[in-house]
């Protein structure tokens, strides 16, 4: 297998997702605005968001796909299908409860969320929750099905998955909102239920898959099932790898928390405009960190497991190239062409010139810390496949603390934009840590030729940075507003303009792009 085009696949299915979720978002922002309307359904949203990235895609696959992984290559496939049904049993019970218990203490957990909201938003916003809640149990058992088709290298239907939510929600904008007042409810609860049907759609797609690739989990719900499942060995481990990986994904969002507790205190507007831009800078770490996350770590832990260290440190070598190689041009596109970025993707409707600007400098703000964002997803799974979590927990735990004392520092002076300008910064501090650790252990050796591939990077950089600059001060992209098609266009166009001219400033100076190829 081709880790290149595997991690390829990845990011073209991811970029289906993030293209389909703009499309989303736009539709969101063009119909509801920045109000305060749509910043309680931007916080009931992060509610069971928080919980996936918790105990779904976070916690859980960060200690489930490295054990799984393992157990597949010391133990054999009649071992891994036992641990699969043990683990999806216990973890049926658990969201069974949890999805209860979410429902009931809704309107504590936006007053934990957004206390500074008004009556009407908060009354919506706990609303919208109840409706949402019950889609964290659809994604754990996605994230479930995610760790086990990656770990028999299907990385389609996983990485896929995310565009029928959009699809979802899409529809419900579109065709359920307008009817929702004749039903006497307000219009934007109908994301609400695009949320949860998108829920349910994205499990549903995985049954097929797992079936095909024969590891279908054995469902189980009954007290027999459970205590059998519960005495198996493999689930005790994932606990115990859970435990420091749950306080480790924790931090990370309580600091969301945290972020959006200070938001709803801003003006209106101030969440949905973190949320826009939040939106367009998850392009770039999505189809470059969680993809290259995503194939790296059942690699990482496979050959941990084998012992072979040489592979492990080439393995991360690689990945780390390819985060610079592809990060540092997002960056610079984000923090000197942010304005045209965002006027095209939400300058319609009842988004104006001042919601524009006020996403811009948001967006300003997380750029500064892209290559931070990017490598974590990288380094971590360094960690991961160690199986050591408590790492990267320690490091987390610091940088929220350091998070919170950017915030005191930047808020002021910045409003919104502080909030997402701390963030970029603590991640590159949390990649920078993280990079040391592995060096000091002598889990990571660089690979010969970084500094001459770093000049190479930063130069096409520059030249590219450039050119946007010029492209961004040199067209009225909030008086193209009446002109959609010719904005769109024109972008498409400078966009593609300044990638050529990226890679061509490369290939001028010297770089080899095919040392990027590689087999697992």
Same mark, same amino acid.
């Given at each position: 297998?081709?880790?290149?085009?595997?991690?390829?696949?990845?990011?073209?299915?991811?970029?289906?997702?993030?293209?389909?979720?703009?499309?989303?978002?736009?539709?969101?922002?063009?119909?509801?605005?920045?109000? #305060?309307?749509?910043?309680?359904?931007?916080? $009931?949203? %992060? @509610?069971?968001?928080?919980?996936?990235?918790?105990?779904?895609?976070? #916690?859980?696959?960060?200690?489930?796909?490295?054990?799984?992984?393992?157990?597949?290559?010391?133990?054999?496939?009649?071992?891994?299908?036992?641990?699969?049904?043990?683990?999806?049993?216990?973890?049926?019970?658990?969201?069974?409860?949890?999805?209860?218990?979410?429902?009931?203490?809704?309107?504590?957990?936006?007053?934990?969320?957004?206390?500074?909201?008004? *009556?009407?938003?908060?009354?919506?916003?706990?609303? =919208?929750?109840?409706?949402?809640?019950?889609?964290?149990?659809?994604?754990?058992?996605?994230?479930?099905?995610?760790?086990?088709?990656?770990?028999?290298? %299907?990385?389609?239907?996983?990485?896929?998955?995310?565009?029928?939510?959009?699809?979802?929600?899409?529809?419900?904008?579109?065709?359920?909102?307008?009817?929702?007042?004749?039903?006497?409810?307000?219009? @934007?609860?109908?994301?609400?239920?695009?949320? =949860?049907?998108?829920?349910?759609?994205?499990?549903?797609?995985?049954?097929?898959?797992? %079936?095909?690739?024969?590891?279908?989990?054995?469902? $189980?719900?009954?007290?027999?099932?459970?205590?059998?499942?519960?005495?198996?060995?493999?689930?005790?481990? @994932?606990?115990?790898?859970?435990?420091?990986?749950?306080?480790?994904?924790?931090?990370?969002?309580?600091?969301?928390?945290?972020?959006?507790?200070?938001?709803?205190?801003?003006?209106?507007?101030?969440?949905?405009?973190?949320?826009?831009?939040?939106?367009? =800078?998850?392009?770039?770490?999505?189809?470059?960190?969680?993809?290259?996350?995503?194939?790296?770590?059942?690699?990482?832990?496979?050959?941990?497991?084998?012992?072979?260290?040489?592979?492990?440190?080439?393995?991360?070598?690689?990945?780390?190239?390819?985060?610079?190689?592809?990060?540092?041009?997002?960056?610079?596109?984000?923090?000197?062409?942010?304005? *045209?970025?965002?006027?095209?993707?939400? /300058?319609?409707?009842?988004?104006?010139?001042?919601?524009?600007?006020?996403?811009?400098?948001?967006?300003?703000?997380?750029?500064?810390?892209?290559?931070?964002?990017?490598?974590?997803?990288?380094?971590? *799974?360094?960690?991961?496949?160690?199986?050591? @979590?408590?790492? *990267?927990?320690?490091?987390?735990?610091?940088?929220?603390?350091?998070?919170?004392?950017?915030?005191? $520092?930047?808020?002021?002076?910045?409003? /919104?934009?502080?909030?997402?300008?701390?963030?970029?910064?603590?991640?590159?501090?949390?990649?920078?840590?993280?990079?040391?650790?592995?060096?000091?252990?002598?889990?990571?050796?660089?690979?010969?030729?970084?500094?001459?591939?770093?000049?190479?990077?930063?130069?096409?950089?520059?030249? =590219?940075?450039?050119?946007?600059?010029?492209?961004?001060?040199?067209?009225?992209?909030?008086?193209?507003? $009446?002109?959609?098609?010719?904005?769109?266009?024109?972008?498409?166009?400078?966009?593609?303009?300044?990638?050529?001219?990226?890679?061509?400033?490369?290939?001028?100076?010297?770089?080899?792009?095919?040392?990027?190829? %590689?087999?697992?």
């Amino acid at each position: 297998m081709n880790l290149l085009r595997a991690a390829s696949l990845v990011s073209l299915l991811t970029l289906a997702s993030r293209i389909t979720g703009l499309v989303r978002e736009q539709l969101i922002a063009a119909s509801f605005g920045a109000t #305060a309307l749509s910043d309680a359904y931007q916080v $009931a949203f %992060r @509610i069971p968001n928080l919980l996936r990235r918790l105990f779904a895609e976070g #916690a859980f696959s960060q200690a489930f796909v490295p054990i799984l992984a393992a157990t597949r290559a010391k133990e054999g496939e009649d071992a891994t299908r036992l641990l699969i049904d043990a683990v999806t049993t216990v973890l049926l019970w658990a969201l069974l409860l949890t999805s209860v218990a979410g429902v009931v203490g809704a309107p504590l957990l936006v007053w934990l969320m957004a206390a500074g909201f008004a *009556p009407e938003a908060r009354d919506a916003a706990v609303v =919208m929750t109840r409706w949402m809640f019950p889609y964290i149990g659809c994604m754990s058992l996605v994230a479930l099905s995610a760790g086990i088709l990656n770990t028999w290298k %299907r990385f389609a239907v996983p990485a896929a998955t995310p565009v029928l939510l959009n699809l979802s929600v899409i529809a419900a904008a579109w065709l359920l909102a307008p009817r929702m007042a004749d039903w006497g409810q307000a219009p @934007i609860y109908a994301l609400a239920i695009g949320v =949860m049907a998108g829920g349910v759609i994205q499990l549903a797609v995985q049954v097929p898959a797992l %079936r095909r690739a024969g590891v279908m989990p054995r469902l $189980a719900i009954g007290l027999g099932s459970l205590r059998a499942a519960w005495a198996h060995p493999g689930v005790h481990r @994932i606990l115990r790898q859970m435990a420091p990986a749950l306080l480790g994904v924790s931090v990370a969002q309580l600091s969301l928390l945290i972020n959006t507790q200070i938001a709803s205190h801003l003006p209106a507007g101030s969440v949905s405009w973190l949320t826009y831009a939040d939106r367009l =800078m998850e392009f770039p770490t999505a189809l470059l960190g969680v993809a290259l996350g995503v194939v790296l770590t059942p690699q990482l832990s496979a050959a941990q497991a084998s012992g072979e260290t040489q592979s492990y440190s080439s393995l991360l070598d690689w990945g780390l190239r390819l985060v610079l190689l592809l990060s540092t041009p997002c960056a610079v596109a984000l923090l000197v062409f942010p304005q *045209p970025l965002i006027a095209v993707l939400y /300058h319609y409707g009842r988004i104006d010139a001042h919601d524009v600007a006020q996403t811009v400098v948001a967006l300003r703000g997380y750029g500064a810390g892209l290559l931070g964002l990017v490598a974590v997803k990288v380094l971590a *799974p360094g960690f991961y496949a160690k199986q050591d @979590i408590r790492t *990267p927990v320690k490091i987390s735990v610091v940088v929220l603390v350091l998070t919170q004392l950017l915030n005191l $520092a930047f808020v002021p002076l910045l409003g /919104h934009a502080g909030l997402a300008l701390s963030i970029g910064l603590a991640a590159c501090v949390n990649a920078l840590w993280l990079l040391i650790g592995l060096r000091r252990r002598g889990s990571y050796q660089p690979a010969p030729g970084w500094p001459g591939f770093g000049w190479r990077v930063a130069l096409a950089s520059v030249v =590219m940075g450039a050119g946007l600059a010029w492209a961004a001060q040199g067209v009225d992209w909030i008086g193209l507003r $009446a002109v959609p098609l010719q904005r769109v266009a024109l972008l498409s166009a400078v966009l593609a303009g300044a990638a050529l001219t990226y890679f061509a400033v490369l290939l001028a100076s010297g770089l080899p792009l095919r040392q990027f190829l %590689r087999k697992a």
